[in-house]
Structure formats: C-alpha cells, structure tokens
C-alpha cells in the first residue's frame, strides 16, 4: 500500500445532514493529491456512521465517549500516515483545487507550518477564518471582519498572507510541525484548541498562510448551534483557558470583566424572560473564581 502525502483528519458528532457532502468533497480532492480519510467518531447516535460505511476509501475509527475536538483530532493523526495533515470539520465542503493550493502553499516555505483557506457559507458569506492577535483587545477588533467591507478585503488578501492563527474548520499543516508542537492541546473540550495550537507553532518559528484561492464551504455550527447556551458556556471555558495560557494579565482581568457584565445583563434578562438560569450562573461563576496564583 503506497504512502498517502496528505492525511485528511475529520471529527464527527452527530452531523448526519453535512457529511456525505463533506466526504464527497474528500473523495473529489483525492483525485488531484493522494490522500487518505479518517473519520473520528465522538460517541455519536445519529445513525451517520451509516452513511460514512457508503465511502469505502474512509476509515472511521470510534471513540467509546466524546473526548472533545482536540482530542479526537489527535487521535486521527495517531491513526494516520500522511507527510502532511488536512483537518475538516464535517460540516465543511472542499472546493475544487482547494486541497492541491493549500498543499502547494506549505511546500513553497519549509517555514510555513500550516495554512489556511477562504472559509464562506451560505450566499457567499466570508467567514472569519484567521486573524492576528488574541487578546481582549484584538478579539474586539476581530469582531469588524464579519462587515462586508472587510469580507470583500479578505477576497483580495494577496496569497500568502501571513497570519496569527488559523482555523480548525480546514487547517492544513506539516505532520513534523504539528507533532514538534504536541499536537492540540486536550484540556480544550471545543473551541480555541485551534488558537492554540497556532501560537505554539509560531512560538517555535512556524509561518502561518492564509490562501485565499482555497476555497472550503462551512456550514457552521452544525453540532453546537443545537444547544446555544450550552455551547456559549463551553466558548467561555475555552477562552478562559486561552487566556491564563497566553494573554496577558491586563486582557485578563478585562476578559473577567466584561464576563461580569454579560453575566449581570443575562440575570436581568432572565427575569423578565421568566427564565431560571441558576444553573448556567453557577457555572459562569465558577468560571471567573480565579485560580491560585492567577490574577
């Protein structure tokens, strides 16, 4: 059995509307660079493996349990044996060429560590699939991309482009890189494992590409949006995880800050919604009690 240059890790759970697209879209990328699939299976109860069973190139490995997203990724590259590792979020659709411009990407630089594509979703709409700096200030900031002012300025983002971080959504990166870094960090359940892994990458001299002629379609929200609070809270754990890892105490304490505020502002909300939030309060609570030694 030959060797396969690119190993294309994608994680499931219950996203049974998405996937035959998205491994459809693997299949047609296969055509233009060798590749091999592995499907990560996170517990999931939606009958989708099924499906999955309909694309015998697929390998689909299963978890017992829902380790989370970084630790499901992990364990696909663990599984793989590809030079180079392409990570897909089910819900997302390969364009033509996409895969073939992000590999040509990182072997044009031994430098570059990872790339990153055009991510948009339905209608066209750019979504927000790299930026710069990560903190307090730098995620409000982030927030402008979403205008349509700057989506049609990341269309014209010249190739190459250099980034501070990448999304997960489709991140393409070096098998030696992502391994010297230690792969994504576990102690994110969802959300900024992403961010993470990409500050490590360029902590150890790594360039980071975003290439905007790849184009991936992503849905978005596919298994989260299904329970918003839930999946806010978790966001919240997750940033504040990134935050005592990388950011500085000032973005810190402003991130407790504004948590504070949202937290107060949904209390006030609850009540005239008549809603009993008591339980989501005692986890955000939770959430900002400091750690020891941790301002």
Request: charged fraction near 25%; include cysteine; proline fraction near 4%.
């Amino acid at each position: 059995m030959s060797t396969p240059l690119v190993s294309v890790i994608l994680v499931y759970f219950n996203d049974r509307l998405h996937l035959a697209s998205c491994l459809e879209s693997v299949e047609a990328a296969g055509r233009d660079v060798a590749l091999e699939a592995i499907l990560v299976d996170n517990d999931s109860t939606d009958g989708g493996l099924e499906d999955a069973a309909a694309f015998p190139s697929v390998r689909i490995i299963r978890n017992g349990d829902n380790p989370g997203f970084g630790a499901a990724n992990n364990r696909g590259v663990r599984e793989s044996r590809g030079e180079f590792l392409l990570f897909l979020n089910t819900d997302a659709v390969l364009q033509p060429g996409a895969a073939a411009a992000l590999l040509e990407a990182v072997r044009a630089d031994e430098r570059t560590a990872a790339a990153g594509p055009l991510l948009f979703s339905g209608g066209g709409k750019v979504q927000v699939s790299f930026g710069g700096r990560v903190d307090f200030v730098g995620q409000l900031v982030q927030k402008f991309i979403k205008n349509p002012l700057t989506a049609r300025a990341l269309r014209r983002r010249p190739r190459g482009a250099e980034a501070g971080w990448l999304s997960a959504a489709c991140l393409f990166c070096r098998r030696g890189a992502f391994e010297a870094a230690g792969g994504f960090d576990e102690s994110f359940f969802l959300y900024f494992e992403d961010i993470d892994l990409c500050f490590r990458f360029r902590k150890a001299g790594g360039r980071l590409r975003f290439v905007p002629e790849a184009r991936v379609f992503h849905a978005g929200g596919a298994t989260t949006g299904r329970r918003p609070r839930e999946s806010r809270l978790e966001y919240r754990k997750s940033q504040m995880l990134f935050y005592r890892k990388h950011a500085s105490p000032a973005s810190l304490r402003l991130l407790r800050l504004s948590l504070r505020i949202h937290l107060g502002l949904q209390r006030i909300l609850g009540r005239f919604r008549g809603e009993d939030g008591r339980a989501m309060r005692a986890a955000y609570r939770k959430l900002l009690k400091p750690e020891r030694g941790i301002p």
